[in-house]
Structures are given as structure tokens and as C-alpha cells.
């Protein structure tokens, strides 16, 4: 790994084992970007597009003849000097007239890659990572900017981010700050993104890139369902083995915007970061502001190499390091077997027979502080209803752990009802705007947690359950989206900062507990994957992908999920069949191979079970004990396969002795092929055994063959094959 100047300082060239990153400074001013992609042996400088001549182009004085902002491949593009593409930047300085021209200051390599003041970011030792610093700055806004490179050492990843300060002495206004812009050249390109909704979370879609800007964004205040933080530009023929992909991921759990803008000339611009629809930030003199950390992650092996290089990064330099290396507990959630209709005498049911099954975790959900069996009975309290519980959560706790089990709770911190004694107490603590009527979700307003009173109000409610060690887990849902955005304590100029203030004040939350109660195993949750994101995942061991626990639909979703998180860090719950939200039945067997390669639990009333399907669930457990290691540290693939009516994952032993593959045929149809699956990247020169067909393959027959599955007259069948070298 290395970050070297050349020319006179006037080139940087960042580079390790798999990429590069280059960059020029044009005249002493403009930070152009030259080219990001597979690792460069050295750069000639041999020449930029910004030669060429256009008619019209407007006329920025630069050495070069014909140069002008408009074509040239910009790091830190920002309005008013005619490069008329999306900026990455935009600022109202003292003047009032929205114009910056940013020159390159200085570049520096740092010694540590630096932490990011109050939000979650990827770490890493100075073996592992290394930082470019590069200062750029407008002498009459008085504004100088940061841009952060921070490239891993393995893989193909920078984390990007920028600083903005105010050293003048005049209040400024941010009214746009992503946290990276990346200038592709022009060939084409295709898009994909992860969009969906309650219950059909991270569906993948793709499409041909065209001139003018495609986006995707979240308003609602948190990542959302509707879409993931996360964009790939792809070669056009990419699939995922082959093919060159640039990755875009924003570690950040509020209103995001994932834009690409290809130009006149087929250029095309990308960029990630706080969406500028709901934001802007006063910067009093002398004040930085910082943005969210986005990662770039660049493949030249397809979409597979792409999403391990996320799952490493996250698994390795993101999530707590407690959990980086810890099999989780297999949980038993109460959600879909009680609902909001909790009692210690279902709990003590429930836990005997999940004691017996192997289980090693029970989940208290929802229910266990309202006074009613629905949403609308009061929250914000978190008292124990103690004639559903006698004893409250301690005599629980206590009944769990006497049986041998560890014991979690869920909680909503975030949420508030008009019927708590909270809201009585403190009807400003809410997010409202004075006049109108609030708008209500699932019952719920939402606590406005860019209030200190409020964050430590919450803190001190964890302080009280966390503190005796009675909670071993906690499952910290979070049921609406934001609206009545407004801060009772913000000032008329800064209301504009309450979205982003929101997100703030969260992750404060979450790390004076999380930081606190490190024994905790903490899962995020928002109505199923609605905050599934980098930036949740800096506090907690897992999410929770999905309401929908149909096995059928959970392929698509956990497929979807896969792209970017480690298969550890997906909660995937075997539930009841006929399925709660589909209707669907599928087989025992059949729920718990589609959960079985990721984080797995179970999510039903055990005594609907009969004992066939009780000893079933006992099997099924202790056989997934003798493969966590493989779902810890394995390597997860999804593969192409030759129909769209077949799907089909691996994960590979990273000593390369086994490999566990599961194969879904959606539907039987006569019309269906002879099944043939490769498994590409299998050492030729070694042989397989496949353990339930006794069979002997060699790695070059399954890269180049493949194995054969027969044509089973049965929906939604799933065939497991599990090789370990011969
Ligand atoms: C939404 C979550 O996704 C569910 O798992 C469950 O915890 C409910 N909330 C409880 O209200």
C-alpha cells in the first residue's frame, strides 16, 4: 500500500494490491480526478479529455488550451464557476450568493485514519489503512474543505469523507455537503440498487444508465424501506462472477440521496451522501462540519467480490469488535408466537420447550409494558405491566436464565404516545410543529433526540434494566418515519439541521449504551430492514432483514441484504407455517435451509409444534452449532444460474475445505432444464466429497461441469449439497 506525489507534488497516486487512485492538480487550483480502477503499475500522465475542444464551453482560464470546468473530472465539484454537473458542495457564505471557488491548498498523509466527531465510521490500524488528507480552500468565502482517501490495505475500498470549516467570521450556510463525488469516464454503464417495502425489503434492480441524473433518496428520516443507501455503476456485461462494479455505500442512518448524472459527453458523475432536500447547517465562525463516511468499493471479479469486499470491511472495521468473531446465540423471538398478548405463564412454555430444542436465547418483543393487546396502548414509559408479568422484566429474566437460557428484551427508545405519562409530562419532547395537528404512525410520535434531556432520558431507561445484568440481548426496534420535523429548541436558522440532528442525537444514544453494556448483544430493527445500515451497524451485532418470514420471499430479501452485509449480521427467523404474512406453507426443513446460512432463530409458538417437529427443530440446531463457524467466517456467493427460476448461494471456508451450497427451484415446471450448477471458484486440482450423495467430484468437474440436481415435482424446493475436500 502506498500514497505517492509525483511531478513536482502535483500527482498523487494512492494504490495498493488491487486498486488505484490518482489524482492531479490542475494549475495550482483544481483537484482533477485522473482514475480510479485496478492497481496501476505507475501513472504517465500522458493526457486528459480536458484537451479537447468544444464550441461554447465556457472559458476558465487554465493553462490548458480549451480547458473548461464543464469537462473536466472533477474531485470537489461545486456551482458557479461552469461546471454545471451535480456539486458536492454547495454553500451560502456571509454574502448571501451561493458561489465557491475551491483551490487546492495541501495535501497531507496522516498517521491514523481519523475517527469522525459523533457518527459511526469503518476503523482500522495503520497497517490496515492508510489516509490522504487534501485541503482545499476559497479565500474570500473563507471556506476550507477537507477530502479524506482512506484505502485498505486488502481490498478494494476507500472511505471517503469531507470537513467543512468556517474560518472566516461570519456565519455560513451549508445547504448541501455529500461526503464523495466520483468521476467515471465515459463507456457505459449500468445501475443497480436495492429498493422495497414493509415485509419485501432490498429487492435488487438494474437498468442502463442514461444522460441526465438517476437517483434514488430517502426523505423519511431514517435509510428506509423504500431504499437502501447503496448504488453500483457496472460494467454493462457484469454479473457476479465477471465484470468491473464501482460500489457506492453511505454509513449513515437518516435522509440520504445516491445520484449519478451521466453528462453530454457521457461522463458520468457519482455521488452519495445527506440528501440536500431535508438539510442545511448554519457554521458559526470557526465551526466544521463533517459528513457521514461513504465507502467506494471497486471489483474487477463481479458482484460477488464486490459484496465481500463490503462483508469484510463490516464484519472487520465496522460492527463492535466483540461480535466480529462470536457465533450467536440461537434466539427464540415471542413476537409472532404471543404478539402484544404477553404472559409469564406463555414465556415459561415457551422456554421449557425451547430449552429442550436447543435453543439459547429467549426474546421478549413487544407487549411487555403496554396495558393492551394493540399498538395503541401507551408507549414511552417502559414500565413493566406487571398484571401481564408479576415481578416485572427481573422476575423474567430470572425465569429465563434459571432454565439456562439467556434472556432479551426489545424496546422502541425512540418512540412516544399521546397516552403515556410521558407525553404528559413532556409534550415538548416531541418532534411537532406549533398549530397543526401531529401526524401519528403506528400510534407513535417520535421523541426528539437532538434534545440532551431527551438522549439522557433514554440512556438512563437502559441504565435501569442494563445496569444489573439481568438482559444479555436487546432488540431496539424503531416503528415510523419521521414527520412534524421540528425541534421545539432550535432556532429559526437552524431548523434545517433537525433531520440531521435526529441521526446525531441516535447514534449519541446508542453509544454511551452500547459503549457502556459492551456484554449486550444488540440488534437493530426498524419495522423489519427499514434502518438496515452501515450506520446501525457500528453499534450492533445484527439487524433484523424483514417482517416477512416467508421462506419463498426471504430468498429474494436475504439475496438483496447479501450484497452488502456479512451473513452473520442478517437475522433470519425459521417462523410458523401457514407463514403470518404470506399465507404461504412451506416445509419445516425447507424455512430452516433458507435461514440456515446466515443468522439464525426461530420466531413461532413452539407449542404448535408437535414432537415430530419439536425433535425436527432439535436437529436442526445442533446440526447448524457444527456450521457456525462456516456462517461466522465463510465466504458467501450468490450465483448466477442458468433460469430464472432457480437461484442459488455458497459459503466457502476460507481454509478452502468446505463448501455448503444451497440451490432454490422456485417452481416445478416441466419445461425446466436438466439442473447443471458450477461452482467457479473451487480449487481444480482437488476433489470434493459431497456428503449426503457419497459422491466424489473434482474441483475442475464442479468449476466446469458443475452438479446435477433432479427435477423435483414440488414448488419451492431447495437442494443442500455440502462438499468438504477429499
Ligand atoms: C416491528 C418488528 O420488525 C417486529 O419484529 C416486532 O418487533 C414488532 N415491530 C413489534 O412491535
Known amino acids: 500500500m502506498s500514497i505517492t506525489f509525483h511531478k513536482n507534488n502535483r500527482i498523487v497516486h494512492m494504490k ?103 457518527m459511526p465510521s469503518t476503523f482500522g490500524n495503520q497497517t490496515e489503512v492508510e489516509t490522504l488528507e487534501i485541503i482545499c480552500e476559497d479565500k474570500i468565502a473563507k471556506v476550507r474543505v477537507y477530502l479524506y482517501y482512506s484505502m485498505f490495505h486488502e481490498k478494494g ?8 470549516e468556517n474560518y472566516g467570521d461570519q456565519i455560513i450556510v451549508i445547504r448541501n455537503a455529500k461526503s464523495l463525488s466520483l468521476d467515471l469516464p465515459s463507456q457505459n454503464y449500468d445501475w443497480i440498487s ?10 435488487l434492480q438494474r437498468f442502463t444508465l442514461h444522460h441526465g441524473i438517476q437517483k434514488i433518496e430517502s426523505v423519511r428520516g431514517s435509510s428506509s424501506l423504500q431504499h437502501q443507501p447503496f448504488f453500483a455503476l457496472l460494467s454493462p456485461k457484469t454479473d457476479e462472477f465477471h465484470g468491473e462494479v464501482y460500489g457506492f455505500h453511505l454509513i449513515y442512518s437518516g435522509n440520504f440521496i445516491a445520484e449519478a448524472e451521466m453528462d453530454q459527453f457521457g ?58 468473531n462470536m457465533k450467536r446465540p440461537v434466539l427464540l423471538n415471542s413476537w409472532e408466537a404471543m404478539y402484544y398478548d404477553v404472559s409469564r405463564d406463555k414465556i415459561k412454555e415457551q422456554t421449557d ?5 436447543g435453543i439459547d436465547l429467549f426474546v421478549l418483543d413487544d407487549g411487555w409494558f403496554r396495558d393492551g393487546l394493540t399498538s395503541e396502548s401507551p408507549i414511552g414509559d417502559w414500565k413493566c405491566m406487571e398484571f401481564k408479568l408479576p415481578g416485572g422484566i427481573k422476575s423474567v429474566a430470572k425465569l429465563v436464565h434459571d432454565k439456562g437460557l439467556k434472556f432479551g428484551l426489545w424496546f422502541e427508545p425512540e418512540a412516544i404516545s399521546q397516552n ?55 432488540k431496539w426496534d424503531m416503528n415510523r418515519p419521521l414527520t412534524d420535523v421540528n425541534s421545539q429548541l432550535l432556532e429559526k436558522g437552524q431548523k434545517g439541521e433537525i433531520y440531521h440532528r435526529y441521526v446525531l442525537g441516535l447514534y449519541e444514544i446508542l453509544e454511551r449504551i452500547t459503549k457502556t453494556y459492551t456484554n449486550v448483544l444488540f440488534e437493530g430493527c426498524s419495522s423489519g430492514g427499514a434502518r438496515f445500515d452501515p450506520g446501525i451497524l457500528y453499534y450492533v451485532g445484527q439487524n433484523w432483514c424483514s417482517d416477512n418470514t416467508d421462506g419463498f420471499d426471504r430468498v429474494a430479501i436475504q439475496s438483496g441484504f447479501s450484497m452488502l452485509y456479512p451473513p452473520i449480521s442478517m437475522g433470519s427467523h425459521v417462523s410458523i407455517a ?45 446440526n447448524y452449532k457444527t456450521m457456525q463457524e462456516l456462517v461466522l467466517n465463510g465466504r458467501f456467493y450468490r450465483h448466477d444460474t442458468f433460469s430464472e427460476n432457480y437461484q442459488m448461494w455458497s459459503l466457502y471456508d476460507p481454509k478452502k475445505e468446505e463448501c455448503m451450497v444451497m440451490i432454490f427451484q422456485k417452481f416445478y415446471t416441466p419445461l425446466s432444464a436438466r ?52
Open 16 to 118: 495498493n494490491e488491487t486498486i488505484s487512485y490518482i489524482m492531479e492538480v490542475l494549475d495550482g487550483k483544481y483537484l482533477v480526478h485522473c482514475y480510479f480502477g485496478k492497481t496501476l503499475r505507475k501513472y504517465h500522465d500522458n493526457g486528459q479529455d480536458y484537451f479537447f475542444k468544444r464550441a461554447y464551453n465556457t472559458n476558465n482560464h487554465l493553462s490548458i488550451e480549451h480547458a473548461s470546468l464543464d469537462d473536466i473530472q472533477l474531485e470537489l465539484p461545486v456551482r458557479g464557476r461552469g461546471d454545471f454537473r451535480i456539486p458536492v458542495l454547495s454553500i451560502i457564505p456571509e454574502n448571501g450568493i451561493e458561489y465557491l471557488d475551491l483551490h487546492f491548498k495541501e495535501w497531507n498523509i496522516l498517521s491514523e485514519k481519523p475517527k469522525l466527531p459523533g
Open 157 to 164: 475500498i476507500i472511505a471517503r469523507h469531507q470537513r467543512i
Open 194 to 203: 436495492l429498493y422495497g417495502t414493509h415485509a419485501k425489503e432490498a429487492n
Open 267 to 324: 461522463k458520468v458523475r457519482a455521488q452519495i451522501g445527506i440528501n440536500p432536500d431535508t438539510f442545511s447547517w448554519q457554521l458559526k465562525a470557526g465551526d466544521v462540519f463533517t459528513t457521514p463516511e461513504a465507502i467506494l468499493n471497486y471489483s474487477q471479479h463481479g458482484l460477488n467480490e464486490m459484496s465481500q469486499n463490503f462483508h469484510w470491511l463490516y464484519q472487520y472495521h465496522l460492527m463492535p469488535k466483540q461480535f466480529e
Open 353 to 357: 420447550l425451547a430449552k429442550e430444542a
Open 420 to 474: 403515556s405519562q410521558l407525553y404528559q409530562q413532556h409534550p415538548d419532547w416531541i418532534l411537532y410543529v406549533p398549530s397543526y395537528a401531529m401526524v401519528e404512525g403506528r400510534h407513535e410520535y417520535l421523541l426528539d433526540l437532538s434534545r440532551t434531556d431527551v438522549r439522557d432520558y433514554i440512556v438512563h431507561t437502559f441504565d435501569t434494566y442494563l445496569k444489573d445484568g439481568d438482559i444479555d440481548y436487546v
Open 578 to 622: 401457514p407463514n403470518h404474512q404470506t399465507g404461504r406453507y412451506t416445509s419445516l426443513d425447507t424455512r430452516y435451509k433458507v435461514a440456515k446460512l446466515f443468522n439464525l432463530g426461530y420466531e413461532l409458538d413452539l407449542k404448535l409444534c408437535d414432537k415430530h417437529e419439536l425433535d425436527a427443530i432439535h436437529l436442526q440446531i445442533s
Open 675 to 726: 439442473g447443471l450448477f458450477k461452482i467457479p471458484y473451487l480449487d481444480s486440482d482437488v476433489n470434493y466429497y459431497e456428503i449426503s450423495s457419497q459422491k466424489i467430484y473434482g474441483g475442475d468437474e464442479l468449476k466446469n461441469i458443475g452438479v446435477s440436481i433432479p427435477l423435483v415435482q414440488e414448488d419451492f424446493h431447495i437442494f443442500e449439497l455440502h462438499f468438504k475436500m477429499n
